[in-house]
């Protein structure tokens, strides 16, 4: 048990310099402060299924109480969102440096105070919590999108934008083939005015922490974008429509890609943000 809280205390010593704290008036520095989070290479996309009537408050504890937690262990509350053609269920991603840091501070975290403290009001208000896609990045360069935290002062109306999720079921084992295939695709989601937030596929890994289940059904690639805004997303539709019936017609899938439409919760770090801020993002990836 002691070697348990040491190596806890280490790896969140580790990351003390990667997490420090934000200044509210300027993006920029922010960027500046996250500038080593690049080495983060898993990641769990999450998707809760909560009772009617119960996402904006599931949301609002969420937010509340759990990303800066996180991010004191070393994980990272990527971004959080509710889904459009999904009205009960909320999704986020979650970032860890690897697979060993996964397991310590998913640890850390379900034993520790913060949890203890809010778990019987979160559970009572979630049907299932299983719908979980264990990922990483497909290239070192395509990880998630790491912005900084939303600005309080500089950002009163909260995250802006929309973020897409087009999720790929994938007939071969040959990853690259597929992306190599697919990579004129998004080049013209990218064309349209989108921004490329991440390129994921499914990670082989036993899972180290099985109090939290994740998926077994195969494998999947996961394209990651922001939108502007609604009209900027009008133009995308047809896009990921073609896309889909292309790579499909193809033999490349297990069936049709799923795409999902996220709002971002009023402190996602996964956002639109603007133009310079941004650049400088591309450059920082999980």
Same mark, same amino acid.
């Given at each position: 048990?002691?070697?348990? @809280?040491? $190596?806890?205390? %280490?790896?969140?010593?580790?990351?003390? &310099?990667? /997490?420090? #704290?934000?200044?509210?008036?300027?993006?920029?520095? +922010?960027?500046?402060?996250?500038?080593?989070?690049?080495?983060?290479?898993?990641? *769990?996309?999450?998707?809760?299924?909560?009772?009617? $009537?119960?996402?904006?408050?599931?949301?609002?504890?969420?937010? =509340?109480?759990?990303?800066?937690?996180?991010?004191?262990?070393? +994980?990272?509350?990527?971004?959080?969102?509710?889904?459009?053609?999904?009205?009960?269920?909320?999704?986020?991603?979650?970032?860890?440096?690897?697979?060993?840091?996964?397991?310590?501070?998913?640890?850390?975290?379900?034993? $520790?105070?913060?949890?203890?403290?809010?778990?019987?009001?979160?559970?009572?208000?979630?049907?299932?919590?299983?719908?979980?896609?264990? %990922?990483?990045?497909?290239?070192? !360069?395509? $990880?998630?999108?790491?912005? #900084?935290?939303?600005?309080?002062?500089?950002?009163?109306?909260?995250?802006?934008?929309?973020?897409?999720?087009?999720? /790929?079921?994938?007939? &071969?084992?040959?990853? *690259?083939?597929?992306?190599?295939?697919?990579?004129?695709?998004?080049?013209?989601?990218?064309? +349209?005015?989108?921004?490329?937030?991440? %390129?994921?596929?499914?990670?082989?890994?036993?899972?180290?922490?099985?109090?939290?289940?994740?998926?077994?059904?195969?494998?999947?690639?996961?394209?990651?974008?922001?939108?502007?805004?609604? !009209?900027?997303?009008?133009?995308?539709?047809?896009?990921?429509?073609?896309?889909?019936?292309?790579?499909?017609?193809?033999?490349?899938?297990? =069936?049709?890609?799923?795409?999902?439409?996220?709002? #971002?919760?009023?402190?996602?770090?996964?956002?639109?943000?603007? *133009?310079?801020?941004?650049?400088?993002?591309?450059?920082?990836? @999980?």
């Amino acid at each position: 048990m002691y070697r348990f @809280i040491a $190596g806890v205390l %280490l790896l969140a010593a580790a990351h003390a &310099s990667t /997490f420090a #704290p934000i200044p509210s008036t300027n993006q920029q520095s +922010a960027m500046q402060n996250l500038s080593d989070t690049n080495d983060f290479q898993v990641i *769990e996309f999450r998707r809760y299924q909560i009772k009617d $009537g119960g996402l904006a408050k599931f949301a609002t504890y969420f937010e =509340s109480f759990f990303p800066e937690a996180f991010q004191q262990l070393g +994980a990272l509350a990527v971004g959080q969102f509710s889904e459009r053609s999904n009205p009960n269920v909320f999704t986020w991603l979650r970032g860890f440096k690897d697979m060993d840091a996964r397991a310590i501070v998913n640890s850390a975290f379900y034993y $520790g105070p913060v949890w203890k403290e809010h778990r019987t009001t979160l559970n009572n208000l979630m049907i299932d919590s299983d719908n979980v896609m264990l %990922l990483r990045p497909l290239r070192h !360069d395509s $990880g998630v999108s790491v912005l #900084p935290a939303v600005d309080p002062v500089c950002e009163v109306q909260g995250a802006q934008g929309v973020v897409v999720a087009q999720i /790929f079921a994938l007939k &071969s084992d040959d990853v *690259e083939q597929f992306a190599n295939h697919a990579a004129s695709i998004f080049a013209t989601y990218q064309a +349209a005015g989108l921004r490329q937030a991440g %390129l994921l596929v499914t990670l082989d890994a036993k899972n180290n922490f099985p109090q939290l289940p994740v998926r077994t059904d195969g494998l999947y690639l996961v394209w990651l974008g922001i939108a502007r805004d609604d !009209d900027q997303l009008q133009n995308f539709y047809p896009l990921a429509d073609r896309a889909a019936n292309a790579l499909a017609a193809e033999g490349l899938l297990r =069936s049709a890609p799923e795409l999902v439409i996220l709002d #971002p919760g009023k402190r996602s770090r996964l956002r639109w943000l603007a *133009e310079k801020i941004q650049s400088t993002a591309d450059t920082l990836q @999980i």
